[in-house]
């Protein structure tokens, strides 16, 4: 690994990306476990970083991404489609024995990416993830996963992901626990700007395009299971296409923020707005999305994207 | 452009327009648009004429559908020498083929020419979900039986539907009618007045086709002699009684209804448009000179503006250039997409703050005179057959123009607008000649 890692961080090479679905099946097993170690979790993070040479985005794969989240088929890596690639490497911190919390039940509640040099098809990438920022929560315990994105043999970041996790319900000796938020701002929707319609097989097309498999996606039957009343939109679904949405001005280089909130149950119709801002100059600088639902008006999603 | 010479109008000739699936429900774009060109052929004498170049087009369109414009030529009795091609900008295609083949005969490249359109909303094309387009495409590349039983196997009972074309915009999911739900809401235009504008169209298509003022720019087709859409007999109160469908998690603030809003249509226009020379020599009469056209086009896929909004930005930027008022002119024709459409339109051009700051004008660009409006109804009784719509609008503005000849000493003027999707808009100014 070209950047030098933090003392005491031990570096874990792993020999390829690991795949997703055995990482769930794993965490299957490792979840029975941990609930039998459960009190005996030390409130701390691994101590390691997971490394990966030798990635390359698959252009089948990113084709079919492409399709699915209504991307343009250019050879630059969307934003999304790099976030699918490079994170099992974070799965697999999360899979590790010594994590503190139990993966599958995991919420995304967060997801920041920068993405400052653009990553074309053939190029050869290298991965890190950790684990990081592990936090009490007045519903649980969060954590962030880190994700850095280089191309082989240069030290720059091209893409930098941190993805934010709530254990629900996990409490671990030593977190504080934040006083419960205040009411939080009552959503009024806007105007739409464009309309989703969802089917229920939309869980299945991004697990196909992005390999998580996380059953509470792929159908009713899976999601109840792991106690969903239907299966749910992939948050990262909804974000890459608000992502796509925002269309060819954001550029190159910009900042992508989402925040989940309420899950999209499938199928489903929701509302996007987004709308875009600008400098002095008249040239983009950021548009912030949201999603809702036309029928519940309860907010999805919000978060922006910004020139870098 | 005073040193070009004039391309002029010298008639049309559709077909009635009829309600989808209704009596052209088996008549493709191919059929009703040489139908339309046979009776133009028909009225002007055009039997083995070479036109100089005759420019038309689909909306919906199929595949087989690819030299559309040359195959209604070979179908027709103009010379098979005749060259053709097709034009496709949405509902804006008929009055854009207008501008660009009268600019073909200003600029003495032809001295005749041939515009149209025709679209079937009954006769739609039906395609294969794309899970199965993609295995009949993988099959097709396949080589080795392996390769095809993949391709087969990937087949899935869901991919055995067919898929039939929405009109929802491709980069917003939404539809024409919830697009201009939201533009009619931001404008806060009434129920009532939508309503009023589509009473209006009705009464007005109505009176023209009693006195007789289609007999020359229409041909009967399939059994119709009139427009099939058109209610001579509606009234404020029926339309008051229709239910809403568009905009309906507007709630209370949706207007919309199927009596102020164009239904699907099905139908076909030609114009026949020359050099002075031309038409002359060929012993035709001249009923308007082709002035000017603007195309415009709004930003509307994040809602800055609306998605049919763009005729506002077209118009003003038209009249900016000629050097004209609202005043100056004695008839509009506002495609009537929505009544909404036409009513946002002349709110924008009221709203001084809007003129100002998105038009770049000192002031509100005006009022218009409803009086002068769509006086021989538009697409709201007529229907709306996409690419139809502007060979309707230029025939029916130019006979308008020649019957009324002067205006104070100068020629009677006539202004039209076309929205269309995309956040497309076109306009176009006519003189009586």
Same mark, same amino acid.
């Given at each position: 690994?070209?950047?030098?890692?933090?003392?005491?961080?031990?570096?874990?090479?792993?020999?390829?990306?690991?795949?997703?679905?055995?990482?769930?099946?794993?965490?299957?097993?490792?979840?029975?476990?941990?609930?039998?170690?459960?009190?005996?979790?030390?409130?701390?993070?691994?101590?390691?970083?997971?490394?990966?040479?030798?990635?390359?985005?698959?252009?089948?794969?990113?084709?079919?991404?492409?399709?699915?989240?209504?991307?343009?088929?250019?050879?630059?890596?969307?934003?999304?489609?790099?976030?699918?690639?490079?994170?099992?490497?974070?799965?697999?911190?999360?899979?590790?024995?010594?994590?503190? %919390?139990?993966?599958?039940?995991?919420?995304?509640?967060?997801?920041?990416?920068?993405?400052?040099?653009?990553?074309?098809?053939?190029?050869?990438?290298?991965?890190?993830?950790?684990?990081?920022?592990?936090?009490?929560?007045?519903?649980?315990?969060?954590?962030?996963?880190?994700?850095?994105?280089?191309?082989?043999?240069?030290?720059?970041?091209?893409?930098?992901?941190?993805?934010?996790?709530?254990?629900?319900?996990?409490?671990?000796?030593?977190?504080?626990?934040?006083?419960?938020?205040?009411?939080?701002?009552?959503?009024?929707?806007?105007?739409?700007?464009?309309?989703?319609? %969802?089917?229920?097989?939309?869980?299945?097309?991004?697990?196909?395009?992005?390999?998580?498999?996380?059953?509470?996606?792929?159908?009713?039957?899976?999601?109840?299971?792991?106690?969903?009343?239907?299966?749910?939109?992939?948050?990262?679904?909804?974000?890459?296409?608000?992502?796509?949405?925002?269309?060819?001005?954001?550029?190159?280089?910009?900042?992508?923020?989402?925040?989940?909130?309420?899950?999209?149950?499938?199928?489903?119709?929701?509302?996007?707005?987004?709308?875009?801002?600008?400098?002095?100059?008249?040239?983009?600088?950021?548009?912030?999305?949201?999603?809702?639902?036309?029928?519940?008006?309860?907010?999805?999603?919000?978060?922006?994207?910004?020139?870098? | 452009?005073?040193?070009?010479?004039?391309?002029?109008?010298?008639?049309?000739?559709?077909?009635?327009?009829?309600?989808?699936?209704?009596?052209?429900?088996?008549?493709?774009?191919?059929?009703?648009?040489?139908?339309? /060109?046979?009776?133009?052929?028909?009225?002007?004498?055009?039997?083995?004429?070479?036109?100089?170049?005759?420019?038309?087009?689909?909306?919906?369109?199929?595949?087989?559908?690819?030299?559309?414009?040359?195959?209604?030529?070979?179908?027709?009795?103009?010379?098979?020498?005749?060259?053709?091609?097709?034009? &496709?900008?949405?509902?804006?295609?008929?009055?854009?083929?207008?501008?660009?083949?009268?600019?073909?005969?200003?600029?003495?490249?032809?001295?005749?020419?041939?515009?149209?359109?025709?679209?079937?909303?009954?006769?739609?094309?039906?395609?294969?979900?794309?899970?199965?387009?993609?295995?009949?495409?993988?099959?097709?590349?396949?080589?080795?039986?392996?390769?095809?039983?993949?391709?087969?196997?990937?087949?899935?009972?869901?991919?055995?539907?067919?898929?039939?074309?929405?009109?929802?915009?491709?980069?917003?999911? /939404?539809?024409?009618?919830?697009? &201009?739900?939201?533009?009619?809401?931001?404008?806060?235009?009434?129920?009532?007045?939508?309503?009023?504008?589509?009473?209006?169209?009705?009464?007005?298509?109505?009176?023209?086709?009693?006195?007789?003022?289609?007999?020359?720019?229409?041909?009967?087709?399939?059994?119709?002699?009139?427009?099939?859409?058109?209610?001579?007999?509606?009234?404020?109160?029926?339309?008051?009684?229709?239910?809403?469908?568009?905009?309906? &998690? /507007?709630?209370?603030?949706?207007?919309?209804?199927?009596?102020?809003?164009?239904?699907?249509?099905?139908?076909?226009?030609?114009?026949?448009?020359?050099?002075?020379?031309?038409?002359?020599?060929?012993?035709?009469?001249?009923?308007?000179?082709?002035?000017?056209?603007?195309?415009?086009?709004?930003?509307?896929?994040?809602?800055?503006?609306?998605?049919?909004?763009?005729?506002?930005?077209?118009?003003?930027?038209?009249?900016?250039?000629?050097?004209?008022?609202?005043?100056?002119?004695?008839?509009?024709?506002?495609?009537?997409?929505?009544?909404?459409?036409?009513?946002?339109?002349?709110?924008?051009?009221?709203?001084?703050?809007?003129?100002?700051?998105?038009?770049?004008?000192?002031?509100?660009?005006?009022?218009?005179?409803?009086?002068?409006?769509?006086?021989?109804?538009?697409?709201?009784?007529?229907?709306?057959?996409?690419?139809?719509?502007?060979?309707?609008?230029?025939?029916?503005?130019?006979?308008?123009?020649?019957?009324?000849?002067?205006?104070?000493?100068?020629?009677?003027?006539?202004?039209?607008?076309?929205?269309?999707?995309?956040?497309?808009?076109?306009?176009?100014?006519?003189?009586?000649?």
């Amino acid at each position: 690994m070209s950047a030098a890692p933090a003392r005491g961080i031990e570096t874990v090479e792993l020999p390829e990306m690991p795949s997703l679905s055995r990482l769930y099946v794993g965490a299957a097993r490792e979840a029975a476990k941990k609930l039998m170690k459960k009190g005996a979790m030390r409130a701390a993070l691994p101590a390691a970083r997971h490394h990966v040479i030798g990635v390359r985005p698959d252009l089948g794969k990113m084709t079919a991404y492409q399709s699915l989240l209504g991307e343009t088929k250019l050879d630059i890596a969307p934003a999304g489609y790099l976030h699918a690639l490079a994170f099992p490497a974070a799965m697999s911190v999360m899979a590790r024995e010594d994590f503190p %919390l139990p993966l599958l039940g995991m919420v995304h509640v967060r997801n920041k990416v920068e993405y400052r040099l653009p990553v074309l098809y053939p190029d050869l990438l290298e991965v890190t993830a950790w684990a990081e920022g592990l936090a009490g929560h007045r519903a649980g315990t969060q954590v962030g996963l880190v994700v850095e994105v280089r191309h082989a043999g240069n030290d720059d970041v091209a893409w930098r992901g941190v993805s934010t996790y709530l254990a629900r319900g996990v409490f671990l000796p030593g977190l504080d626990k934040p006083s419960p938020a205040g009411p939080r701002g009552e959503f009024r929707a806007p105007l739409p700007t464009a309309l989703w319609r %969802l089917g229920s097989e939309t869980g299945r097309e991004y697990a196909a395009v992005s390999g998580d498999f996380n059953p509470i996606h792929l159908s009713s039957i899976s999601a109840r299971a792991l106690g969903m009343r239907r299966s749910i939109a992939h948050g990262m679904y909804t974000a890459s296409r608000a992502l796509a949405e925002v269309g060819a001005q954001k550029g190159d280089a910009f900042a992508w923020d989402v925040t989940f909130e309420a899950p999209v149950f499938l199928p489903a119709r929701v509302c996007l707005n987004i709308a875009d801002s600008v400098d002095d100059h008249g040239a983009w600088e950021r548009s912030n999305f949201a999603g809702w639902s036309p029928t519940s008006g309860r907010r999805h999603f919000v978060g922006s994207v910004g020139r870098l | 452009m005073s040193t070009l010479r004039n391309a002029v109008v010298v008639g049309g000739n559709r077909i009635p327009f009829a309600r989808a699936n209704g009596p052209y429900a088996m008549s493709s774009n191919l059929d009703m648009l040489t139908a339309a /060109l046979d009776g133009l052929v028909a009225r002007f004498g055009l039997q083995d004429e070479r036109i100089g170049e005759v420019a038309a087009g689909a909306v919906l369109k199929h595949s087989r559908d690819f030299n559309l414009t040359r195959e209604a030529v070979l179908g027709s009795s103009l010379s098979p020498e005749t060259p053709a091609y097709d034009v &496709q900008q949405a509902c804006a295609t008929g009055l854009e083929t207008v501008l660009s083949l009268s600019d073909k005969i200003k600029l003495g490249r032809i001295e005749s020419a041939i515009a149209g359109g025709a679209d079937s909303a009954s006769d739609a094309p039906i395609v294969v979900s794309e899970g199965l387009r993609q295995a009949v495409l993988e099959l097709n590349r396949a080589k080795t039986l392996q390769q095809k039983l993949r391709a087969v196997s990937k087949i899935r009972p869901r991919d055995v539907a067919p898929v039939a074309p929405g009109t929802n915009e491709p980069r917003t999911g /939404l539809s024409m009618g919830e697009h &201009q739900a939201l533009t009619t809401a931001q404008w806060k235009i009434t129920r009532e007045a939508q309503d009023e504008l589509a009473l209006a169209s009705h009464r007005n298509l109505a009176e023209a086709y009693e006195r007789g003022f289609f007999d020359d720019l229409l041909t009967p087709y399939r059994g119709l002699t009139r427009d099939g859409n058109l209610r001579a007999d509606t009234s404020l109160e029926k339309l008051a009684s229709l239910k809403t469908v568009f905009g309906r &998690q /507007l709630g209370d603030r949706a207007t919309m209804t199927a009596g102020n809003s164009t239904p699907l249509t099905d139908g076909a226009s030609t114009v026949l448009l020359a050099s002075e020379d031309w038409a002359a020599s060929h012993d035709l009469p001249i009923l308007a000179r082709i002035v000017d056209g603007e195309a415009a086009a709004v930003d509307f896929v994040h809602g800055k503006d609306g998605l049919l909004m763009a005729p506002v930005f077209a118009v003003s930027r038209l009249l900016g250039r000629l050097g004209l008022t609202f005043e100056d002119f004695d008839y509009f024709e506002f495609h009537e997409a929505f009544a909404g459409t036409v009513l946002s339109h002349l709110a924008a051009w009221e709203d001084e703050e809007f003129c100002r700051e998105r038009l770049g004008l000192d002031g509100a660009l005006g009022k218009v005179d409803r009086a002068k409006l769509n006086v021989n109804g538009s697409s709201l009784a007529a229907g709306h057959p996409f690419a139809a719509t502007g060979g309707r609008i230029v025939a029916s503005l130019a006979k308008q123009l020649h019957e009324r000849g002067e205006v104070n000493g100068r020629p009677a003027r006539g202004l039209i607008s076309v929205c269309a999707a995309g956040g497309l808009g076109v306009a176009a100014v006519l003189e009586a000649r």
